[in-house]
């Protein structure tokens, strides 16, 4: 795969800029994690005059006019997968929301949507010229990424993990691919990741404040809302540091902008209870999170989301929740068990708990009348369980037996 710095051919305009979400501070494209005036995201704005869907079966070729993406020669098209968006009636009558979509992201290649970022980011490092990069994450993350350089022998990375995490990892490792495991949390990974890349010279890829993962994430959301027949009123996803949610609202941004929807949807944000320090900012009017709130070990069912320390993005959660009329959420561990349960049996999907978040913050909130019957609802269902119940513990096991 041809690596190329576009910065080299700069005699064609730029097909995006570079804005910081918080301050407004702009650039050229450059691979800049966070504003240099005030620390703040940084988001691509895309020029979309003309952007077309493309006719493709490969999500980034269809959607290359909304990406950050200067060529198809960047992207390895098979990273990741078009998945299915469909109604589920059966589920939707069961919890009082008859208009139910679920967008089944745990058919990508290493079963969550995390496959969207990964295609993504390589694509985007490849444009930068990076070769070789430092991440850490919960493991899907991780696992996405690792796929995705094992298929590019130009490509390099070190993934970091807590020790708790370590089974849900699933990494090839060799030469060109390392995984190290840290004698902590995810966020004690991460810290130890990042320093790692400043001691070797190396790229810290990022997470949460990688504008090209979000990007990824983005095109779920885009063919979600071109399958639907009616657009969403509701979109809901399980949070984690909340990248999915920034790309649900770049994606409606986007589109409203392209007149592909009317009106933007209310947006739900879930956690589970055993880790819900958002959720719980959310309900008590918070603007941020303090050290107070910081879960040293987080434990839980939805392992996928067991981010302990979510003070860095809780401020852009926070903010999406009150733009679009949506909330933070937690959800029970029976909640989450039924909510499994209900999706296999009603629906056919085997998906994760922390997917299966969705559905019990949905039970709860059409129990409560504050999502009507009349309401078109979109879930994603954000991936599979990868690992098995042993690696768990008895919690899973128990609640996988049945
Ligand atoms: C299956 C699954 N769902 C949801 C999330 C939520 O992640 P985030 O809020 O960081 O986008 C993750 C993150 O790892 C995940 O793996
Ligand atoms: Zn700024």
Not at 17 to 35: A, T, V
Not at 141 to 165: E, I, K, N, W, Y
Request: proline share 5%; glycine share 8%; with cysteine.
């Amino acid at each position: 795969m041809p690596v190329v710095n576009h910065r080299e051919k700069a005699e064609v305009p730029p097909k995006y800029r570079l804005f910081c979400l918080d301050c407004g501070w702009e650039s050229d494209p450059e691979f800049r994690l966070r504003c240099p005036r005030c620390s703040g995201a940084l988001d691509p704005r895309i020029n979309l005059e003309n952007a077309t869907e493309r006719d493709s079966g490969r999500p980034e070729l269809a959607y290359l006019d909304f990406l950050p993406v200067e060529s198809e020669h960047f992207l390895d098209a098979d990273i990741s997968v078009r998945t299915p968006c469909r109604p589920a009636p059966h589920l939707g009558a069961a919890i009082g929301l008859p208009r139910l979509w679920v967008k089944d992201e745990s058919q990508q290649p290493t079963g969550t949507t995390k496959d969207r970022l990964a295609s993504v980011v390589l694509a985007v490092f490849r444009q930068f010229g990076i070769n070789e990069f430092v991440a850490s994450s919960t493991g899907n993350s991780s696992t996405a990424l690792a796929r995705a350089v094992q298929r590019d022998p130009s490509m390099g990375a070190h993934f970091f993990c807590g020790r708790d995490f370590t089974g849900d990892h699933d990494i090839e490792t060799g030469d060109r691919v390392s995984l190290t495991v840290v004698d902590g949390n995810y966020a004690q990974a991460t810290q130890a990741a990042q320093e790692f890349a400043a001691r070797n010279g190396l790229v810290w890829e990022g997470g949460f404040f990688n504008w090209a993962r979000r990007e990824g994430l983005k095109l779920t959301y885009l063919e979600a809302f071109e399958a639907m027949d009616d657009k969403p009123d509701v979109v809901v996803q399980a949070i984690s540091s909340g990248m999915g949610m920034m790309a649900v609202r770049k994606g409606v941004a986007e589109y409203l902008a392209c007149g592909r929807l009317t009106s933007p949807p209310r947006l739900l944000m879930v956690q589970q209870d055993t880790c819900a320090p958002m959720a719980a900012a959310w309900s008590e009017g918070r603007a941020e999170l303090t050290e107070d709130d910081v879960i040293e070990r987080p434990t839980g069912l939805a392992r996928a989301i067991l981010l302990g320390d979510g003070r860095a993005t809780y401020p852009y959660m926070r903010d999406i929740a009150a733009e679009s009329g949506g909330a933070i959420v937690s959800v029970s561990q029976d909640e989450l068990v039924q909510a499994r349960t209900m999706l296999r049996e009603l629906e056919g999907l085997d998906v994760c708990h922390s997917s299966a978040a969705t559905i019990a913050a949905l039970r709860n909130e059409a129990a409560a009348r504050r999502i009507t019957p009349d309401k078109v609802v979109l879930v994603n269902l954000t991936g599979r369980e990868r690992y098995t119940a042993s690696d768990a513990g008895p919690a899973l096991a128990a609640a996988t037996a049945g």
